[in-house]
């Protein structure tokens, strides 16, 4: 599995899926996550792939919080 990146104060990573429909229950699981945490990533989605972007808008850099959500979109994906 590759690894996040820090790309310009956020956290990144590519997901890669079967076909559009894994991407999508995928991103609905991350989705139900986030609410849970009260911490919402930007997703981009193109097809089978899906990205995520990771930092906490108000304070603009990576904190506690998106480690936390990371860690949790990681566990999804196993």
Do not use: C, G, Q
């Not at 229950?25 to 945490?37: G, R, Y």
């Amino acid at each position: 599995m590759k690894s996040w990146k820090t790309e310009n104060n956020k956290l990144v990573k590519e997901f890669v899926f079967k076909d559009f429909n894994e991407a999508v229950s995928f991103i609905n699981k991350v989705a139900k996550e986030s609410e849970i945490l009260n911490h919402h990533p930007t997703i981009i989605n193109t097809y089978n792939k899906v990205s995520f972007e990771l930092w906490t808008h108000s304070e603009n850099k990576v904190t506690a919080l998106d480690h936390e959500l990371k860690n949790r979109i990681d566990a999804l994906f196993k």
